[in-house]
């Protein structure tokens, strides 16, 4: 049974930054591509950030520039690396992957 579970989340000011990070049990993630979603209040969830069993990376166009995705095949985890981060990035993250979702990680930008 795979399992995916995210950390790092929390509450920080705008500009600051945060890593998550997703790790995955189970099955290793060497051959999948691995994603991060986020979902704010009211809103639908999106896809923040993807990771191919190749290294290729794509991202949400709001987050170009400020986040970064990263694999590690051998602990078995997906990184995302969030920095300048805005009021409008407050939403619960969650890992992808593997056909299994993780339970998701608050994070919330505030003044």
């Known amino acids: 049974q795979v399992q995916l579970v995210e950390s790092g989340g929390g509450l920080v000011q705008p500009g600051e930054s945060l890593r998550l990070s997703c790790a995955a049990s189970?099955?290793?993630?060497?051959?999948?591509?691995m994603h991060w979603y986020r979902q704010a209040p009211g809103k639908q969830r999106e896809l923040v950030a993807s990771?191919?069993?190749?290294?290729?990376?794509a991202y949400l166009d709001s987050v170009k520039g400020r986040f970064t995705i990263s694999r590690d095949n051998v602990k078995n985890t997906v990184d995302l690396q969030m920095n300048v981060l805005k009021p409008e990035d407050t939403a619960v993250y969650y890992c992808?992957?593997?056909?299994?979702w993780g339970q998701g990680t608050q994070v919330t930008v505030s003044s």
């Open positions: 992808q992957g593997i056909r299994a």
């Open positions: 189970g099955r290793r993630i060497s051959i999948y591509a």
């Open positions: 990771i191919g069993n190749d290294g290729s990376t």
